[in-house]
């Protein structure tokens, strides 16, 4: 007798476990689909949204002098079109180049905000470099960190306007 229900115990678990395999083929489509996703392109940088602020005529003559800043600068432009060859290099190599960043800013920009800013500007590029070469990072860390490379640079940008403004300002003497 225990027999008998065992058998019908282990017929009815063939029977349910018998079925379509929809569950591969799901897959398949998936892997496609996230391959696809994977690659970043100018138009997907193009579409974050952040506010840009650039410098003014005045920070631009004031910053004429600080070679690392425009080479960030430009580097960033290459970043909005895809190339990632800068961010994605050897990380000795962009350290260096952090070093050299904060070693030749002017000194009329070494005060608090602008220090910071620049401290933040350095973290997102090494997290940046981190997470591009790294295989198993998703895309949208991948983005999220281009994001707030821009967003640090851009607020970077947005101190020095206000360092100097601030300092026009206090050179105005009243009558």
């Known amino acids: 007798m225990k027999i008998k229900f065992v058998l019908l115990f282990l017929c009815g678990v063939l029977v349910i476990s018998c079925g379509e395999d929809t569950n591969s083929t799901q897959e398949l489509e998936t892997t496609e689909d996230t391959e696809q996703n994977r690659k970043i392109t100018a138009k997907t940088i193009e579409s974050l949204n952040y506010k840009d602020y650039a410098l003014s005529s005045e920070s631009e003559s004031a910053v004429v002098t600080w070679e690392r800043y425009h080479e960030l600068a430009t580097q960033i432009g290459y970043l909005k079109k895809a190339d990632f060859s800068f961010f994605n290099g050897d990380i000795e190599l962009l350290k260096k180049f952090i070093e050299e960043f904060k070693t030749q800013m002017p000194d009329q920009f ?30 949208s860390d991948k983005l999220l960190s281009i994001k707030m490379l821009f967003v640090s640079f851009s607020n970077l940008n947005y101190q020095i306007n206000e360092k100097l403004e601030s300092d026009f300002y206090d050179k105005i003497q009243p009558e």
């Open 110 to 139: 070494r005060v608090n905000p602008i220090v910071s800013r620049s401290a933040i500007v350095e973290t997102e590029l090494l997290k940046l470099n981190e997470n591009l070469t790294l295989d198993n990072i998703k895309r």
